[in-house]
Protein backbone atom coordinates (compact mmCIF):
# COMPACT_ATOMS: atom_id res chain seq x y z
CA UNK A 1 0.00 0.00 0.00
CA UNK A 2 1.81 3.21 -1.31
CA UNK A 3 -1.04 5.37 -0.58
CA UNK A 4 -1.44 9.16 0.69
CA UNK A 5 -4.62 10.15 1.26
CA UNK A 6 -6.13 13.67 1.65
CA UNK A 7 -9.23 15.05 2.41
CA UNK A 8 -11.36 16.99 1.28
CA UNK A 9 -10.51 17.10 -2.32
CA UNK A 10 -12.05 19.99 -2.58
CA UNK A 11 -12.33 23.12 -0.69
CA UNK A 12 -13.93 26.49 -1.52
CA UNK A 13 -13.38 28.84 1.54
CA UNK A 14 -13.91 33.10 2.34
CA UNK A 15 -10.99 35.13 3.08
CA UNK A 16 -12.22 35.32 6.84
CA UNK A 17 -13.11 31.03 7.30
CA UNK A 18 -10.94 28.71 9.28
CA UNK A 19 -10.83 25.29 7.92
CA UNK A 20 -8.46 22.08 7.65
CA UNK A 21 -6.83 20.08 4.81
CA UNK A 22 -6.04 16.70 6.27
CA UNK A 23 -3.50 13.86 5.14
CA UNK A 24 -2.98 10.20 6.02
CA UNK A 25 -0.55 7.91 5.22
CA UNK A 26 -0.05 3.94 6.83
CA UNK A 27 3.26 3.13 4.96
CA UNK A 28 5.12 4.07 8.47
CA UNK A 29 6.79 6.95 6.98
CA UNK A 30 8.51 9.28 9.17
CA UNK A 31 8.50 12.02 7.24
CA UNK A 32 5.55 13.94 5.64
CA UNK A 33 5.76 16.95 3.77
CA UNK A 34 3.21 19.79 2.79
CA UNK A 35 3.44 21.65 -1.11
CA UNK A 36 1.70 23.92 -2.76
CA UNK A 37 1.86 23.80 -6.60
CA UNK A 38 0.39 26.72 -8.77
CA UNK A 39 -0.92 25.92 -12.24
CA UNK A 40 1.88 24.75 -14.58
CA UNK A 41 4.50 25.05 -11.61
CA UNK A 42 6.23 22.62 -10.06
CA UNK A 43 5.68 22.13 -6.57
CA UNK A 44 7.24 24.54 -3.87
CA UNK A 45 7.49 23.23 -0.36
CA UNK A 46 5.69 24.40 2.74
CA UNK A 47 6.64 22.65 5.64
CA UNK A 48 8.62 19.28 5.89
CA UNK A 49 7.38 16.85 9.75
CA UNK A 50 10.67 14.39 10.34
CA UNK A 51 9.34 11.99 13.19
CA UNK A 52 6.54 14.42 14.06
CA UNK A 53 8.40 17.37 14.58
CA UNK A 54 8.68 20.51 12.20
CA UNK A 55 12.22 20.24 10.52
CA UNK A 56 11.70 22.76 7.85
CA UNK A 57 9.39 25.76 7.21
CA UNK A 58 9.73 27.38 4.02
CA UNK A 59 9.04 31.14 5.13
CA UNK A 60 5.49 30.22 4.92
CA UNK A 61 3.05 33.02 6.03
CA UNK A 62 1.38 31.93 9.81
CA UNK A 63 -1.97 32.21 7.97
CA UNK A 64 -0.60 28.29 7.09
CA UNK A 65 -0.12 26.40 10.10
CA UNK A 66 0.58 23.28 10.25
CA UNK A 67 0.02 20.21 12.66
CA UNK A 68 1.19 16.61 13.28
CA UNK A 69 -0.93 14.66 15.94
CA UNK A 70 0.92 11.37 15.31
CA UNK A 71 3.17 10.01 12.94
CA UNK A 72 0.49 8.80 10.25
CA UNK A 73 -1.03 12.41 10.26
CA UNK A 74 -0.57 15.47 9.17
CA UNK A 75 -2.84 18.99 8.95
CA UNK A 76 -2.86 22.29 7.58
CA UNK A 77 -4.78 24.76 9.32
CA UNK A 78 -6.38 27.39 7.20
CA UNK A 79 -7.22 30.70 8.38
CA UNK A 80 -7.62 34.50 6.78
CA UNK A 81 -6.29 33.36 3.64
CA UNK A 82 -5.71 35.41 0.52
CA UNK A 83 -7.30 35.03 -3.13
CA UNK A 84 -4.10 33.91 -4.54
CA UNK A 85 -3.61 31.35 -2.25
CA UNK A 86 -5.89 29.16 -4.02
CA UNK A 87 -3.47 26.77 -5.28
CA UNK A 88 -3.15 22.71 -5.23
CA UNK A 89 -2.23 21.74 -1.66
CA UNK A 90 -0.31 18.43 -1.88
CA UNK A 91 0.97 16.29 0.76
CA UNK A 92 3.76 13.65 0.79
CA UNK A 93 5.61 11.24 2.69
CA UNK A 94 8.78 9.10 2.79
CA UNK A 95 10.25 7.05 4.93
CA UNK A 96 12.26 9.00 6.59
CA UNK A 97 14.15 12.57 5.87
CA UNK A 98 17.10 11.24 4.61
CA UNK A 99 18.78 10.31 1.46
CA UNK A 100 18.69 6.76 1.87
CA UNK A 101 18.14 4.73 -1.64
CA UNK A 102 14.70 3.81 -2.71
CA UNK A 103 13.84 3.66 0.73
CA UNK A 104 13.28 7.85 0.98
CA UNK A 105 11.12 7.52 -2.73
CA UNK A 106 8.18 10.65 -1.59
CA UNK A 107 4.99 9.30 -2.26
CA UNK A 108 2.21 12.16 -3.03
CA UNK A 109 -1.27 12.23 -2.39
CA UNK A 110 -3.80 13.50 -4.47
CA UNK A 111 -4.08 16.63 -3.40
CA UNK A 112 -6.13 19.22 -1.92
CA UNK A 113 -7.86 21.81 -4.93
CA UNK A 114 -8.53 25.39 -2.65
CA UNK A 115 -10.45 28.02 -3.49
CA UNK A 116 -10.40 31.35 -1.68
CA UNK A 117 -13.25 33.72 -2.38
CA UNK B 1 22.49 28.49 -6.72
CA UNK B 2 20.79 25.70 -7.15
CA UNK B 3 18.80 24.81 -10.31
CA UNK B 4 17.28 22.38 -12.54
CA UNK B 5 16.71 22.49 -16.50
CA UNK B 6 14.26 20.82 -18.11
CA UNK B 7 12.94 21.75 -22.03
CA UNK B 8 9.21 23.23 -21.60
CA UNK B 9 7.53 21.32 -23.75
CA UNK B 10 8.33 18.43 -26.35
CA UNK B 11 6.61 16.29 -29.12
CA UNK B 12 6.46 13.07 -29.54
CA UNK B 13 4.45 10.06 -32.01
CA UNK B 14 2.54 7.60 -30.95
CA UNK B 15 4.70 4.59 -31.11
CA UNK B 16 7.84 6.08 -30.97
CA UNK B 17 11.05 6.82 -28.44
CA UNK B 18 11.10 10.06 -26.21
CA UNK B 19 14.19 11.09 -24.64
CA UNK B 20 13.56 14.32 -21.60
CA UNK B 21 16.53 15.69 -20.56
CA UNK B 22 17.49 17.50 -17.44
CA UNK B 23 20.68 19.27 -15.82
CA UNK B 24 21.31 20.19 -12.15
CA UNK B 25 23.72 22.28 -10.24
CA UNK B 26 22.70 21.46 -6.28
CA UNK B 27 24.51 22.33 -3.12
CA UNK B 28 25.68 18.51 -2.50
CA UNK B 29 23.61 15.59 -4.24
CA UNK B 30 21.92 12.74 -2.90
CA UNK B 31 19.57 11.41 -6.25
CA UNK B 32 17.57 12.47 -8.85
CA UNK B 33 14.06 11.92 -9.20
CA UNK B 34 11.45 11.46 -11.70
CA UNK B 35 8.09 12.24 -11.68
CA UNK B 36 5.01 12.10 -13.90
CA UNK B 37 1.90 14.76 -13.69
CA UNK B 38 -1.33 14.42 -15.54
CA UNK B 39 -2.83 17.86 -15.50
CA UNK B 40 -5.25 18.48 -12.72
CA UNK B 41 -3.41 15.36 -10.91
CA UNK B 42 -0.87 15.06 -8.29
CA UNK B 43 2.57 13.64 -9.57
CA UNK B 44 3.56 10.29 -9.25
CA UNK B 45 6.86 8.42 -8.64
CA UNK B 46 8.77 7.27 -12.25
CA UNK B 47 12.39 6.75 -10.82
CA UNK B 48 15.21 7.36 -8.72
CA UNK B 49 18.69 7.37 -9.44
CA UNK B 50 21.53 7.85 -7.14
CA UNK B 51 24.58 5.87 -8.80
CA UNK B 52 25.77 6.61 -12.52
CA UNK B 53 23.99 4.76 -15.12
CA UNK B 54 20.47 3.18 -16.44
CA UNK B 55 17.56 2.35 -14.72
CA UNK B 56 14.99 0.25 -16.35
CA UNK B 57 11.41 -0.02 -15.78
CA UNK B 58 9.17 -1.27 -18.06
CA UNK B 59 8.70 1.25 -21.18
CA UNK B 60 10.38 4.03 -18.44
CA UNK B 61 14.55 4.36 -18.62
CA UNK B 62 16.08 7.02 -16.60
CA UNK B 63 19.73 7.75 -16.91
CA UNK B 64 22.42 9.47 -14.46
CA UNK B 65 25.77 10.70 -14.78
CA UNK B 66 26.79 12.41 -11.55
CA UNK B 67 30.07 13.92 -12.92
CA UNK B 68 28.08 16.20 -15.57
CA UNK B 69 25.05 16.59 -13.17
CA UNK B 70 22.70 14.93 -16.58
CA UNK B 71 20.03 12.89 -15.97
CA UNK B 72 17.70 11.94 -18.70
CA UNK B 73 14.24 10.03 -18.69
CA UNK B 74 13.62 7.71 -21.88
CA UNK B 75 10.09 6.77 -23.12
CA UNK B 76 9.34 4.09 -25.41
CA UNK B 77 6.51 2.40 -27.20
CA UNK B 78 4.48 6.05 -26.66
CA UNK B 79 1.06 5.81 -25.97
CA UNK B 80 -1.13 8.70 -25.56
CA UNK B 81 -1.75 8.30 -22.07
CA UNK B 82 1.61 9.49 -21.65
CA UNK B 83 0.77 12.65 -22.40
CA UNK B 84 1.79 14.28 -18.91
CA UNK B 85 4.32 16.54 -17.89
CA UNK B 86 7.53 15.00 -16.43
CA UNK B 87 8.92 16.74 -13.20
CA UNK B 88 12.73 16.24 -12.34
CA UNK B 89 13.50 16.74 -9.10
CA UNK B 90 17.35 16.89 -7.14
CA UNK B 91 17.60 16.03 -3.54
CA UNK B 92 20.30 18.18 -2.59
CA UNK B 93 22.88 17.61 0.52
CA UNK B 94 20.16 19.14 2.80
CA UNK B 95 17.78 16.21 1.56
CA UNK B 96 15.65 18.63 -0.08
CA UNK B 97 13.71 18.28 -3.25
CA UNK B 98 14.94 20.74 -5.74
CA UNK B 99 12.24 20.86 -8.46
CA UNK B 100 12.22 21.33 -12.36
CA UNK B 101 9.63 23.56 -13.74
CA UNK B 102 8.33 20.09 -15.56
CA UNK B 103 8.02 19.13 -19.04
CA UNK B 104 5.22 18.95 -20.80
CA UNK B 105 4.97 15.94 -23.15
CA UNK B 106 2.22 16.00 -26.29
CA UNK B 107 2.29 12.70 -28.06
CA UNK B 108 0.18 13.21 -31.33
CA UNK B 109 -1.35 10.00 -32.82
Known amino acids: DTEVTQTPKHLVMGMTNKKSLKCEQH?????MYWYKQKAKKPPELMFV???????INESVPSRFSPECPNSSLLNLHLHALQPEDSALYLC????????????????FGEGSWLTVV | GQNIDQPTEMTATEGAIVQINCTYQ??????LFWYQQHAGEAPTFLSY??LDGLEEKGRFSSFLSRSKGYSYLLLKELQMKDSASYLC??????????WGAGTKLIIKP
Open chain 1, 92 to 107: ASSQDGTGVPSGNTIY
Open chain 2, 49 to 50: NV
Open chain 2, 89 to 98: AALDSNYQLI
Open chain 1, 27 to 31: MGHRA
Open chain 1, 49 to 55: YSYEKLS
Open chain 2, 26 to 31: TSGFNG
